[in-house]
């Protein structure tokens, strides 16, 4: 009677994703837009209201705009005068050290000649709503509310329970649902210890360690808003006596505002540094005047990793990580979801075909982990590389970046390592008081925190480069004074993965893409590229870009 009951709740669909963040929406999304059948399993009833990624990248961009997304996202970014610049200063609305205007930097004049989409700035709840919004409109399956937990993998498909008791099978798994996720869990469990092609530097594993423990608080106040509007910045970075911290300024027109500042386990619990009276405290500090009417929404403990899955999917091709269950990485240049979103949108379409059964069908999924973890690798050795970067700014101010680590290292108790900590910080921190010209020179020279990388935003070839050999380039090209790429040769034939249907385009006169076999998209923006070729040109022989930055290639 039992096996007569879950027969009845048994679901058939083509394609399941567990997962409703923005890699998971995304791919559900995509495969809706294909009429492939999928079923998208989200435990959230609703996106997190807790802001986090806040980046949108020109190449992101361009995935929505061919999913149909780009006119709402463009009504509710926000004017670049309000995000280009990054703030060094003692309070957010005090003096500032530095400001870095990344508006006024090479790297966006690169972009801008390169790609029709602009680098926008769009919180993630903001931007996973729009996508659910897009999804019901889809041909998907929407089953908020539920959580797959269990995963049965065969030879002709998967299996997934849900939380309620029925099954849904499946010829493809797309697992979106974090490192921690069941599904993540069971295609991790399944490909691991392959070391043939592992990133040093980079853990592999669930348990890497941590590279820096934070708090994450979300608040409200139209009051700093309004302070704010004067002098309006992406990236607020505090340095003062009372707090070292960062404020993201999500919506300056809602007063909504992110605030992340370092814990130092184990002297400090994170669950502690994130108590209400810490988050005020923490908070005050920031302002030159108390906020009236702060809003404190929520505050996260959160540890910084840089993780990489040895494998993308499994041998079978019937189970597929995207997302963070295959990568981790510091949020230092705004990686993490458009590489994500990357993820599923070249997973997407090969699934699609896949499972309309064409013949090729094999090879297109077994070219996502060859294509996207050297990409991925690329991204996270780039994003830590930006973090200690983004250290610069803090031993310009006499903080160096392993002072507060050595402190805890010396200290054998708790109260030893705080009595050391509120020593060196007050020491340190009192250098902070007046404008420091280490600031002013790593700011002049470039030498802070990017925000724009063409290079790794629109300059991505999928060329069978090993995550090893992508992760080494991905530094040696951030890097200031690195040398400028060259255009690859016309000559070469490769196939472009990010078409999703043949083009006679290729052979059209004048067009870049003359000798390759790719699609009707890339073939219409190699034409507009033509008319900025003398104006990209010229520049680039005389000039280092600070992000290494080459001839955008669209394969």
Not at 404 to 416: E, G, I, N, Q, R
Request: net charge positive; aromatic share 6%.
């Amino acid at each position: 009677m039992l096996r007569v009951a879950l027969a009845r709740r048994r679901v058939a669909t083509k394609v399941v994703v567990s997962g409703g963040g923005p890699a998971g929406l995304v791919t559900a999304l995509a495969l809706g837009r294909a009429g492939t059948p999928c079923a998208l399993v989200e435990p959230r009833t609703a996106p997190s209201a807790h802001p986090r990624a806040h980046v949108l990248t020109a190449r992101t961009l361009e995935i929505c705009e061919d999913l149909g997304l780009g006119d709402a996202l463009r009504q509710i970014a926000p004017p670049l005068e309000r995000w280009r610049r990054f703030r060094y200063c003692d309070r957010v609305d005090g003096a500032d050290y530095a400001v870095a205007d990344h508006g006024a930097a090479p790297a966006w004049a690169n972009l801008e000649a390169a790609s029709d989409q602009r680098v926008q700035h769009i919180s993630q709840p903001v931007f996973e709503a729009l996508l659910r919004r897009a999804v019901a409109d889809a041909d998907v399956e929407a089953r908020y509310g539920r959580r797959v937990v269990d995963v049965g993998l065969g030879g002709d498909g998967v299996a997934c329970v849900l939380d309620d008791g029925a099954t849904l099978g499946a010829e493809y798994l797309v697992a979106a649902d974090g490192p921690r996720g069941t599904a993540a869990g069971v295609v991790l469990a399944a490909a691991e210890n392959d070391t043939a092609d592992r990133v040093p530097g980079v853990a592999h594993h669930l348990d890497a360690p941590a590279l820096q423990h934070f708090v994450s608080v979300a608040f409200r106040s139209r009051d700093l808003a309004a302070r704010l509007r004067a002098r309006p910045a992406m990236l607020y970075f505090v340095f003062n006596r009372e707090t070292t911290s960062v404020v993201v300024a999500h919506d300056l027109d809602e007063g909504l505002f992110n605030l992340q500042f370092p814990v130092f386990p184990p002297a400090e619990r994170p669950g502690d540094a994130a108590a209400p009276r810490n988050v005020r405290r923490e908070v005050r500090a920031l302002t030159a005047a108390p906020l009236a009417d702060l809003k404190i929404e929520s505050a996260r403990p959160w540890l910084m990793r840089a993780r990489l899955a040895d494998r993308f999917a499994l041998d079978s091709h019937r189970a597929f990580l995207v997302g963070d269950a295959a990568h981790e990485m510091p949020p230092s240049g705004g990686f993490g979801m458009n590489t994500a979103v990357g993820d599923a949108h070249n997973l997407a379409w090969k699934l699609a075909r896949a499972s309309a059964g064409a013949a090729n069908g094999r090879d297109l999924l077994a070219s996502y982990e060859r294509e996207r973890r050297p990409a991925a690798a690329a991204n996270v050795a780039l994003s830590v590389d930006n973090w200690r970067r983004g250290l610069l700014i803090p031993e310009a101010l006499g903080l160096p970046p392993r002072a507060l680590d050595l402190a805890k290292v010396a200290a054998p108790t708790s109260a030893a390592f705080k009595t050391t900590t509120a020593a060196a910080r007050a020491a340190v921190l009192a250098r902070a008081a007046a404008p420091h010209v280490g600031v002013t020179e790593v700011v002049a020279g470039r030498r802070e925190l990017p925000l724009f990388f063409p290079h790794h935003d629109l300059g991505l070839r999928y060329d069978g480069a090993s995550a090893r050999a992508a992760a080494a380039d991905a530094v040696e090209h951030a890097r200031p004074g690195s040398r400028a790429r060259t255009w690859p040769s016309r000559s070469t034939t490769r196939s472009c993965s990010r078409s999703r249907r043949p083009s006679t385009a290729a052979t059209r006169r004048g067009c870049w893409c003359a000798r390759w076999r790719c699609c009707s998209w890339c073939c219409r923006r190699c034409r507009l590229l033509v008319g900025y070729w003398p104006t990209i040109t010229a520049p680039l022989r005389s000039m280092r870009l600070m992000n290494g930055w080459k001839r955008r290639s669209m394969w």
